[in-house]
């Protein structure tokens, strides 16, 4: 099993502040062949499905703000929120598929 | 706008069955893969089944495998969860979500809102 293991289960930043959230995989989601790193990122307002950040770690999904980025390769993934904003206030999940699909733990950003 | 709509939840017995669907619109839905995702309460994110576009490859996890049947009707735009023996453990929110990739279960780029299923005596 490929487990995912999240930094933080809560984070609290204030306004403006930049957030970083760390995803670490039990193991390597680096796919030689394609050289594409299977993890994504997902956010979860409250009484919504999560939605689509990024994916292979750091392809932006379409309409996501540009303060948001993803990286990391091999084991070690990071969701950075350059400067947070009140509408970032949510969990984030990170989600690998190199094996049969899992998600970390979820990380819940609050307001400081 | 692609939506996917699921319903059929509710509560059920330990042991007991139930069957959720999920309608989709929006979109071209015979080319898309869907999955079935759940959350339980306070509980991370549980990738359950995955079906291809045309049902050639259905994937289940160790969780529900022999439990629950995937299936989907490409002419009525619909997916469903056949789930029976249901456990305690098996209660929450059931989503169907659209495969980003073609030929396996990757990232899932839309969600339904979700159906509850709480399985309790």
């Known amino acids: 099993d490929f487990v995912l293991t999240q930094s933080a289960d809560s984070l609290a930043v204030s306004l403006g502040e930049r957030v970083t959230i760390n995803c670490k995989s039990s193991?390597?989601?680096?796919?030689?062949?394609?050289?594409?790193?299977?993890l994504a990122w997902y956010q979860q307002k409250p009484g919504q499905p999560p939605k689509l950040l990024f994916y292979?770690?750091?392809t932006r999904e379409s309409g996501v703000p540009d303060r948001f980025s993803g990286s990391g390769s091999g084991t070690d993934f990071t969701l950075t929120i350059s400067s947070l904003q009140a509408e970032d206030v949510a969990v984030y999940y990170c989600q690998q598929c190199y094996g049969s699909p899992t998600f970390g733990q979820g990380t819940r950003v609050e307001i400081k | 706008e692609v939506q996917l709509v699921e319903s059929g939840g509710g509560l059920v017995q330990p042991g007991g069955s139930l069957r959720l669907s999920c309608a989709a619109s929006g979109f071209t839905f015979s080319s898309y893969d869907i999955n079935w995702i759940r959350q339980a309460p306070g509980k991370r994110l549980e990738w359950i089944s995955y079906?291809?576009?045309?049902?050639?490859?259905?994937y289940y996890a160790d969780s529900v495998k022999g439990r629950f049947t995937i299936s989907r009707d490409n002419a009525k735009n619909s997916l469903s969860l056949q789930m029976s023996s249901l456990r305690v453990e098996d209660t929450a929110v059931y989503y169907c979500?659209?495969?980003?990739?073609?030929?396996?279960?990757?990232?899932?780029?839309?969600w339904g809102q979700g159906t509850l299923v709480t399985v309790s005596s």
């Open positions: 292979w770690a750091s």
């Open positions: 079906i291809s576009s045309s049902s050639e490859t259905i």
């Open positions: 193991q390597n989601i680096l796919y030689s062949s394609d050289n594409k790193n299977y």
């Open positions: 979500a659209r495969d980003v990739c073609s030929g396996r279960s990757c990232y899932y780029d839309h």
